[in-house]
């Protein structure tokens, strides 16, 4: 199995910064792509969304509403991604989710699966 631990969020000033991380230990053959995912307050009726993500390669892929103000990056050597959060915004404020696409070897045996850390609060305030 794969476990995925984030970095504690915050509480941030619009217009400031905060940088999240997610360490992935286990079993694990190979990451291959990463992400982090944020859901809004359960009021809001948002569904959780997909805010960046970055493959084995390094190519990235962002959501337009965090384009230019977001940086996800990874450090495949410690099964490590970061998102650099600037300028944020209130509308920013949302629990984020890291997610991993992983292969687990163990006993002999390989297989893939798709993780999820356990979510961690940003909330930015106007």
């Known amino acids: 199995q794969v476990q995925l631990v984030e970095s504690r969020g915050g509480l941030v000033q619009a217009g400031g910064s905060l940088r999240l991380s997610c360490a992935a230990s286990?079993?694990?053959?190979?990451?291959?792509?990463m992400a982090w995912y944020r859901r809004a307050s359960p009021v809001s009726g948002k569904q959780r969304e997909l805010?960046?993500?970055?493959?084995?390669?390094?190519?990235?892929n962002y959501a337009d509403s965090v384009k230019g103000r977001f940086t996800i990056s990874r450090d495949n050597a410690r099964n490590t991604v970061y998102l650099q959060m600037n300028s944020l915004k209130p509308e920013d404020t949302a629990v984020y989710y890291c997610?991993?696409?992983?292969?687990?070897?163990?006993?002999?045996?390989?297989?893939?699966?798709?993780?999820w850390g356990q979510g961690t609060q940003v909330t930015v305030s106007s």
């Open positions: 286990g079993s694990i053959f190979t990451i291959n792509a």
């Open positions: 805010v960046a993500a970055i493959t084995s390669g390094g190519s990235t």
């Open positions: 997610n991993a696409d992983a292969v687990v070897s163990s006993g002999g045996y390989t297989w893939a699966g798709n993780y």
